[in-house]
T-cell receptor, first 114, second 110 residues
Framework: DTGVSQDPRHKITKRGQNVTFRCDPI?????LYWYRQTLGQGPEFLTY????????KSRLLSDRFSAERPKGSFSTLEIQRTEQGDSAMYLC????????????FGPGTRLTVL | EDQVTQSPEALRLQEGESSSLNCSYT??????LFWYRQDPGKGPEFLFT???AGEEKEKERLKATLTKKESFLHITAPKPEDSATYLC???????????FGKGTSLLVTP
């Protein structure tokens, strides 16, 4: 499978715990994005990487959230001290950075904070 | 601030009954307008990118059009397998993020 992959697909955690999600982009895509989607809403942008550099961050990304993309390949999104409001689908997307800039999404990680 | 409004929120069609979904947008310099399809519990699936007013793209029963203020997704003779949420998003020239609307939930009944 050559699409975007995310792990885990589902995560249930207790309030106050830390969680980490992984995203593997399409091979050779140098651009990677994280979005969050709640029920009945469209995805909301969180952050963007070009290779290993984090170039854009949303104000939604509070200081409890941190994202990394070491070596410009896979990326991780960590949420510290989770809150019930963090419950959502976390989506990763990648693009080639060409003129078209279509973003291709992974299946998402569903986070439930109890 | 960039805004994307999709209408209707939900649409129910009989199989074969053609219709259109609307996406109204405001953006400071459009780089591209994107349409995605999303099935329950899955990530959005890319359909089309439109770059300038007057542009049209087609794929099977779907046709997307773009004006300076809105985009339409026309569905011709839909089938039950076209049931999904259709998302519209805009990308400003100065940003990499996509700004999504809330989507239109389409149900096509046999």
């Amino acid at each position: 499978d050559t699409g975007v992959s995310q792990d885990p697909r589902h995560k249930i955690t207790k309030r106050g715990q830390n969680v980490t999600f992984r995203c593997d982009p399409i091979s050779e895509h140098n651009r990677l994005y994280w979005y969050r989607q709640t029920l009945g809403q469209g995805p909301e942008f969180l952050t963007y990487f070009q290779n290993e550099a984090q170039l854009e961050k949303s104000r939604l990304l509070s200081d409890r959230f941190s994202a990394e993309r070491p070596k410009g390949s896979f990326s991780t999104l960590e949420i510290q001290r989770t809150e019930q409001g963090d419950s959502a689908m976390y989506l990763c997307a990648s693009s080639s950075g060409g003129l078209s800039n279509e973003q291709f999404f992974g299946p998402g990680t569903r986070l439930t904070v109890l | 601030e960039d805004q994307v409004t999709q209408s209707p929120e939900a649409l129910r069609l009989q199989e074969g009954e053609s219709s259109s979904l609307n996406c109204s947008y405001t953006v400071s310099g459009l780089r591209g307008l994107f349409w995605y399809r999303q099935d329950p519990g899955k990530g959005p699936e890319f359909l089309f990118t439109l770059y300038s007013a007057g542009e049209e793209k087609e794929k099977e029963r779907l046709k997307a059009t773009l004006t300076k203020k809105e985009s339409f997704l026309h569905i011709t003779a839909p089938k039950p397998e076209d049931s999904a949420t259709y998302l519209c998003a805009v990308q400003a020239r100065v940003r990499y993020a996509l700004n999504f609307g809330k989507g239109t939930s389409l149900l096509v009944t046999p």
